[in-house]
């Protein structure tokens, strides 16, 4: 099978700071990937390199390829356009821009065949519902004033909407109470039945009970070293990262 992601020798600075070091990982349609670490070990960098936040200096030779396209000199919309989509650590509000006219906007450039308005409405009631996301809310500005749990059940909606090939979720566990956290793990599991390959940056087990991933990476200073099946976050967990530090 096809890779949808393919991200090799990978190494990225911050300010002349090196903060990931010869990264490799490859994620094939439907899969989902957990990455774990300590904090300031580089998982969100890793996440804004793949979505293209300029502030992250690319080395030569690294390569970032989404389908078979390398991506890692494209600006961010335009990846978004190829179809990656992802889910901030600490969404920003956008006030002036309802969440309902930001969807309907993105997703008439990254889907296709475009649905009626009639149809997208109905659709995307549907899923807010299904996220138990009150409708009122939709109207609102992005993230204007939203609590941090309701910001990451609107990260969820949105990736579910946008239907993208390849979705990275950056602490969408983080404030969300146990039955969010449920309804944003089905999400997810729905996203990824879809064929859209998952990645999941968490610190806890508690997401990782209801998705349970096909690999688990531990992400230490900068470099990936060790990667396992979901029984890694278990023995992560019991053991904590002191014996995977270099
Ligand atoms: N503007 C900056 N200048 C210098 N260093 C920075 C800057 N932004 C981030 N860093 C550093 O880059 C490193 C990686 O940060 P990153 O946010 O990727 O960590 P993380 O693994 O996501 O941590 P957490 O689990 O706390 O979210 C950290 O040491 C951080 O302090
Ligand atoms: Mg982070």
Redesign the pocket.
Known sequence: MKNILAISSLTVS??D?V?LKNINLKVHPGEIHAIM?P???????LAMTIAGNPKYFVKRNSRIKLNTMDIAKLSPDKRAKLGLFMAF?QPLAIFGVSVLNLLRLASTTTNSPLSSFTEFLSSLRQKASALQIPEEMLKRSLNDGFSGGEKKKMEALQAQVLKPKLAIFD?IDTGLDIDALKLVAKTIKELAKKETGIIIIT?YQRLLKYIKPDYVHILINGQIVKSGPSSLAQQVEKSGYEKYLI
Do not use: C, T, V
């Not at 904090?39 to 960098?45: Q, T």
């Open positions: 911050l300010e700071k903060i670490g904090n300031g070990s580089g998982k969100s960098s650590q602490e610190h």
